[in-house]
């Protein structure tokens, strides 16, 4: 029987299987939650959608048929409490099994979808309530994150509407009393959705400044269908792994959109803090398949024993949230015979770059374009780069396929200072080997200019990870009267070492021994921790703004 993906696309593959172009026919007014959820609810209805987990390790498991009833009982509780086409709805539902249900419900509403994270505080609301216009929230049963809602509220008139998981509060409505008494039939409205209203809006990182506003129409879902089957490799009878907290675009990634197009079943792990023997134990114990996560999670993997967890029923890894080092892509596959699949891809976008299923990959290239978009490198003139030149990776936007984003929402300024001239803009770095493999150098902001030499932090972010006593590194550049910047390494190290003049002076010979000596650090600080977002990425803006 052909996967419910192939209703909506036509691939050309070569002999071996590999994606060579994909072309996509969304359906007028597409819409994920009755277009594939429901069916997908009548055609398998008791296959498993997802197996999650709780904090404590009891488990749930949830059916095509549930998700399907469940998310009709969820759009008739949210209608219920006045939420209706075209509202901006906050879920701040960490990776509680609710967020799968309301998600969908918003989509059977016609309603906007807004993850975010329970890390955010009452001035963090305030910005993105306001800025986002939202009409409702709907939060975990955290004490945290409600107090935080309810500070910001005086300052948020557009909030009229507040739902938590469980329990009783003050002004909130319970989402699973409401849920549970709800009708679980929904009847598609006439007026729904077009493909062009806007379906979901993220907030990204914040980096270098105050988020910006994602939009994706209906058809971003569709998407994530190379995500999914041509880099994660999800099958339908396996279960797949993203380590992603809901409030973060890697969720719809990896825990829902292309999953279920490839009617895979997605596992949930609602942990609080992450434990690696634990996520290593989880994989073991529930038979994962293929799995998706940062850098950040494998480096914690690789300093395991892992002999001592059987993983025999993974097949597949995937990597992608910052660039990878060669040395954990090494250390992984020793370990484990799996080569990490390194991709490359925005919340702008779905993945854009990477090692896609078929190919060999090399430690720390983030693969060749995807397919799905017209990728190039351009120098600063806006030509093209030879082979081994560095150059702003960017997208050709004569060719708009699903997946890529609408602009920021009501912010036409920043649109245009990424998306001109037919050219979206990533603000990444990166240089082509002859093989046509991508390598990753940094963002533009981040490139140090020493000695007239341009130098891409993550290329000695890669050689400093190679020594054992080193977790976590960031480089950035400092003002140096000779050198214009020189070069600085702020490091994390691993337990059983300690800061010292000598491991300093260590780690830098080493570096000199294994980059061109120009690229040494000069100047090395140990830290107790980096300073991240609170998507875990490394603020290396706040590193170079303390000199």
């Not at 048929?65 to 539902?93: C, E, H, Q, R, W």
């Not at 419900?105 to 009452?122: D, E, F, R, S």
């Given at each position: ?202 907030f990204t990182s914040g980096t270098t400044g105050y988020p910006k506003i994602v939009c994706h129409n209906y058809t971003y879902p569709l998407g994530h ?323």
């Open positions: 029987m052909s996967l419910i993906y192939k209703k909506f696309v036509e691939e050309k593959l070569d002999n071996n299987g590999n994606l060579l172009n994909i072309k996509f026919n969304p359906p007028q007014n597409f819409n994920f939650a009755y277009d594939v959820l429901d069916v997908l609810g009548d055609k398998i209805p008791d296959k498993k959608a997802m197996v999650w987990v709780s904090i404590d390790h009891k488990h749930k498991s949830f059916t095509f048929k549930d998700m399907k009833i469940y998310s009709s009982k969820t759009a008739n509780y949210f209608k219920s409490l006045g939420i209706v086409k075209g509202d901006k709805v906050m879920l701040i539902l960490k990776r509680n099994y609710q967020f799968w249900f309301a998600v969908n419900a918003l989509h059977k509403i016609g309603a906007v979808v807004v993850p975010a994270t329970h890390l955010l505080t009452k001035k963090d609301l305030v910005y993105r309530f306001n800025s986002a216009g939202i009409k409702a929230v709907v939060c975990t049963n955290d004490d945290t994150i409600l107090c935080s809602v309810e500070e910001a509220l005086p300052e948020s008139p557009t909030v009229k509407i507040l739902s938590v998981t469980e329990g009783f509060r003050k002004n909130w409505s319970c989402f699973n009393e409401g849920v549970e008494s709800a009708e679980d039939t929904f009847l598609r409205p006439d007026d729904c959705n077009t493909n062009d209203d806007i379906m979901i809006m993220y269908i190379v995500t999914a089957k041509y880099w994660q490799n999800v099958i339908s009878d396996g279960l797949h792994l993203t380590i992603a907290d809901t409030g973060w675009a890697k969720a719809v990634w990896g825990k829902l959109y292309g999953q279920w197009l490839c009617e895979a079943c997605i596992f949930t792990f609602d942990y609080e803090k992450f434990n690696a023997a634990e996520i290593l134990t989880l994989l073991q114990d529930y038979g994962v398949t293929t799995f998706c996560a940062p850098p950040t999670i494998y480096r914690f993997f690789i300093k395991e024993d892992l002999s001592k967890f059987n993983l025999k029923k993974l097949k597949y890894a995937v990597i992608a949230g910052e660039a990878l080092n060669p040395e954990v892509y090494n250390q992984f596959y020793k370990h484990t015979g799996i080569k990490l699949m390194e991709g490359f891809g925005q919340t702008e976008t779905t993945i854009t770059v990477a090692n896609l299923t078929g190919m060999e990959p090399k430690p720390g290239s983030m693969g060749k374009p995807n397919p799905q978009y017209h990728v190039d490198l351009i120098d600063a003139e806006g030509n093209s780069t030879n082979a081994g030149e560095v150059g702003e990776i960017v997208i050709q936007t004569d060719y708009l396929p699903c997946g890529f984003f609408m602009g920021y929402y009501e912010d036409k300024e920043k649109t245009d200072s990424v998306w001109n001239g037919g050219v979206y803009h990533t603000g990444d770095t990166a240089w082509k080997d002859e093989d046509g493999y991508y390598w990753y150098v940094g963002r533009t902001d981040d490139l140090i200019k020493s000695s007239g030499y341009r130098i891409g932090p993550f290329e000695i972010e890669s050689v400093i990870m190679e020594h054992p006593s080193v977790l976590e590194c960031a480089v950035t550049g400092v003002p140096d009267e000779i050198r214009g910047y020189a070069v600085k390494a702020t490091i994390l190290l691993a337990k059983g070492y300690s800061p010292s003049e000598e491991l300093k002076k260590e780690i830098q010979d080493f570096v000199k021994h294994l980059t061109a000596p120009y690229k040494y650090p000069r100047v090395v600080e140990f830290v107790d921790e980096l300073p991240k977002t609170i998507s875990g990425k490394i603020r290396r803006v706040e590193i170079r703004e303390k000199h």
